[in-house]
């Protein structure tokens, strides 16, 4: 159970989510355009340990604008995104629309979701930035394991936890968060990782920090068996000021270092009745 203060928090997250959704937009890391003519937003990383989608039906959850969402859909998948922010879902409904993907978008709080969504799922899928917005882990793990079908699988692909123990404003690796950190971290701050130099009027969030063990357990207490856990030396996004880009959309430590990892991606299945 999600405790009244913590939702208090999700609704200062959504207002914030809410109004970055036109910044996101709008902005060249997302490049809506280019989507519409076509382009999938995924990254190779999840396409290559995904898998083949066609026919197969997919639940996305926190799912943003949904372009992620709606790539799956041209790969064949039958999809259904959801996220918290009205803002977010109207868009990735306007955005199936005018690109005439068939896809059903749900505006929910996650944790409400078992009352407004029923069924299974081949996929359930997540990624980039979620676990932070969780103010209950376990929880979590139990709905989304609940939504996969026997016989299909659970996957996400995250920032590690270990990569935000260090300070993302420094030139070089410095300690900065505590690891074992068990509060919810209150920021506030201009801009957005996909447009920093934006001014929002909705400049306050809430976090929250989970350990690799704490999200491995929580999906096997849920009923999933975990079938890989990798950790990767590179990641999606300048995710520290001091990371070189590689290609159009990853970047990595300077030099071929890979001191640390900087991305995880776990598949779970659940076992046939």
């Keep these: ?12 997250n959504r207002r914030y989510w809410d109004e970055v959704v036109p910044v996101h937009a709008a902005s060249e890391m997302y490049d809506v355009q280019g989507f ?46 959801v996220d918290y922010s009205p803002q977010a879902i109207d868009m990735a409904r306007a955005l199936a629309a005018e690109c005439a993907i068939d896809a059903r978008f749900i505006c929910c709080n996650l944790y409400d979701l078992p009352r407004q969504l029923e069924g299974h799922f081949d996929i359930v899928f997540t990624s980039y930035g979620v676990l932070c917005w969780l103010p209950d882990l376990r929880e979590w793990a139990r709905i989304a394991a ?99 880009k590689e290609g159009k959309a990853r970047w990595r430590f300077p030099g071929g270092a890979e001191p640390i990892p900087l991305m995880f991606s776990l598949k779970a299945v659940k076992a046939l009745d």
């Design 36 to 81: 519409k003519a076509g382009r999938l937003t995924l990254d190779d990383l999840e396409r290559g340990e995904v898998g083949e989608v066609q026919g197969k039906t997919l639940l996305h959850l926190q799912c943003h604008f949904g372009l992620d969402t709606l790539s799956w859909a041209r790969l064949g998948a039958r999809v259904t995104g």
């Design 146 to 244: 609940a939504y996969v079908q026997p016989g299909g699988f659970f996957y996400i692909a995250e920032f590690h936890p270990f990569a935000y123990v260090f300070d993302d404003e420094a030139s070089s690796l410095q300690y900065r968060y505590p690891y074992f950190m068990r509060a919810a971290t209150r920021f506030e701050f201009d801009g957005t990782y996909a447009e920093k130099t934006a001014r929002l009027q909705n400049r306050e969030d809430y976090e929250w920090t989970y350990r690799m063990g704490e999200v491995v357990t929580a999906l096997i207490e849920a009923g999933l068996r975990v079938e890989f856990l990798r950790e990767h030396p590179f990641t999606v996004y300048e995710q520290l000021p001091f990371l070189e």
């Design 1 to 12: 159970m999600v405790r009244k203060i913590d939702r208090e928090r999700m609704q200062v």
